[in-house]
């Protein structure tokens, strides 16, 4: 079993900066892709911006320029640095890891818990 344990979220002025961080813990040879996705009330959960093990970003639109996502293999950890927010960011913050138990296994996916993050004056 795998387990994500998220920290970092708030409450922040816009403007504001804020960081996430989510360590992943339990059976992992190695994670492949470990990523944000965010749920406002009411839409449906989205992309923030992902990084593979190689350090391959992906963002999505509303994210670039602003957030910086970064992660440490040997540590299997991923931050994610929010820049300039607005009120639109806010949301609940999941973290995303694909990792497997052996070289030989294949890679699953696992949700953290939820780290709110509220952007408002």
């Known amino acids: 079993q795998v387990q994500l344990v998220e920290s970092g979220g708030g409450l922040v002025q816009p403007g504001g900066s804020l960081r996430l961080s989510c360590a992943a813990s339990?059976?992992?040879?190695?994670?492949?892709?470990m990523g944000w996705y965010r749920q406002a009330p009411g839409k449906q959960r989205e992309l923030v911006a992902d990084?593979?093990?190689?350090?391959?970003?992906n963002y999505a639109d509303s994210a670039k320029g602003r957030f910086t996502i970064s992660r440490d293999n040997a540590k299997n950890t991923v931050w994610l640095q929010m820049n300039s927010l607005r009120p639109e960011d806010t949301a609940v913050y999941y973290c995303?890891?694909?990792?497997?138990?052996?070289?030989?296994?294949?890679?699953?996916?696992?949700w953290g818990q939820g780290t709110q993050v509220t952007v408002s004056s």
């Open positions: 990084i593979t093990s190689g350090g391959s970003t």
């Open positions: 339990g059976s992992i040879f190695s994670i492949n892709v």
């Open positions: 995303l890891a694909e990792p497997r138990r052996s070289r030989s296994s294949n890679y699953y996916r696992y």
